[in-house]
């Protein structure tokens, strides 16, 4: 597997991105059982660091693994390992709610990786919000 640039890729490229490098390293490491059903999934900070990556880059990965069915969030906790046996087969027939807290494949699956993708968007802007309203009522802001 080669890393490559962070960006687009050439066309009929067999380089992976970043992100997929990362994607494909834990989902490697969940099938050999390195990671287990349940088990807390590295952090951001530590991905990022082990790959030499960008949020961006690992954020991207986190959600191919939960859009695949391999890791699922719980909000304040982080990323785990989805339990295999509440996974769905992408022809499954599934009515669209989920089964225990893993995602399920095909439509409903990137429904809810874009749900958590805005629930963690609007969580940082709420925190940004916070900051400018506290450099606001401070005056100019942090000085030297």
Known sequence: MTAGRQGRRAAGSTVLLTFEVIAEALRERIRAGGLNPGDALPTQAVLMAEYG?????????????????????????????????????????????????????????RVAVLELALAEALEQLTGLRARVEALEAGGSGPGP
Not at 57 to 81: E, N, T
């Open 53 to 109: 990556a960008s949020s961006l880059s690992v954020q991207k990965a986190m959600a191919l693994l939960k859009q695949d069915g391999y890791a699922i969030s719980r909000p304040g906790k982080g990323a785990f390992v989805a339990h295999p046996d509440t996974r769905l087969a992408p022809d499954a027939d599934a009515d669209d709610s989920e089964v225990g807290n893993a995602p399920l494949g095909g439509t409903a699956a």
